[in-house]
């Protein structure tokens, strides 16, 4: 049985030093490929060194809405560099509008071009949405469904909306926040999405599952996915084996155009 971590950030520099131990941890666990999703242009050369070092290690590029600030008057040529350079998604890109000071305008303008270019090079894309709901889905409505397969990670929204995005070709991403005994919405929004459009990450290093066993750093890593899969599993009565093999599947159909990019090389 294998795994696929379909979001994580494997160039943060609270881990980097230990990939090449994280990348075994992770081998052991049955976690087969890691969806690493750069930030900021700042990380993307950092991203694509790892998947070059580590066949695991899939890359995507992207602007996370955090530091739309950051971007450079170059941005749009540099992204599209890197993903030409190698087999690649996009991301990791969206809205996020919890901080009530933020430049909802300029998120929204990049986030649109991403989602332009996940279009156009059919790459999927990796997308975080927070207190933002109204706003992309008037953005889905107005640019339409995906023309490749996306998902949207560590999903926080209702359960009611998942058919819709279902329809415009997203997948749906549960991390560890549903170990959390308390994470009552997170369980109904996993117990309504179809078997065949759910996905599993670990958003490494953050976002730490509700283990029993005690980890003193409380860094996250990918082998901690096969765990977060069993309680997940128990939280909606589905045997470990069956929703593991939906997880591992629904993943290899989303990141198909980068396993078939590497593939091709």
Not at 48 to 57: R, V
Not at 62 to 89: A, N
Request: glycine share 6%; proline share 6%.
């Amino acid at each position: 049985m294998f795994f696929i971590d379909s979001h994580c950030h494997l160039h943060d520099p609270r881990i980097i030093s230990d990939i090449p131990w994280i990348e075994d941890r992770a081998r052991i666990a049955n976690v087969q490929y890691m969806v690493s999703c750069a930030t900021m242009e700042d990380n993307f050369e950092l991203t694509a060194q790892l998947s070059k070092d580590f066949d695991s290690i899939l890359p995507c590029f992207g602007i996370h809405p955090w530091f739309v600030d950051s971007i450079s008057g170059r941005w749009k040529e540099r992204l599209e560099y890197y993903l030409l350079s190698c087999p690649s998604g996009i991301g990791e890109t969206g809205l996020d509008f919890t901080d009530k000071t933020c430049d909802r305008a300029l998120q929204i303008k990049v986030f649109e071009h991403h989602l332009m270019l996940a279009g156009q090079l059919e790459r999927p894309v990796n997308i975080h949405i927070r207190n933002a709901w109204d706003t992309f889905i008037h953005i889905l409505k107005k640019m339409g469904k995906l023309k490749v397969p996306g998902l949207i990670h560590s999903y926080s929204g209702s359960a009611d909306m998942i058919p819709m995005f279902e329809s415009y070709g997203l997948y749906i991403s549960f991390s560890g926040s549903v170990t959390n005994p308390k994470a009552k919405k997170v369980v109904g929004a996993l117990k309504s999405v179809s078997k065949e459009r759910f996905v599993l990450e670990t958003d490494t290093p953050d976002i730490y599952p509700y283990l029993p066993e005690p980890n003193f750093s409380r860094l996250n890593e990918p082998q901690n996915l096969p765990a977060i899969a069993q309680i997940a599993s128990n939280r909606i009565d589905m045997s470990f084996e069956e929703f593991s093999q939906y997880a591992y599947g629904n993943s290899l159909a989303v990141f198909h155009p980068i396993l078939q990019g590497k593939k091709d090389k």
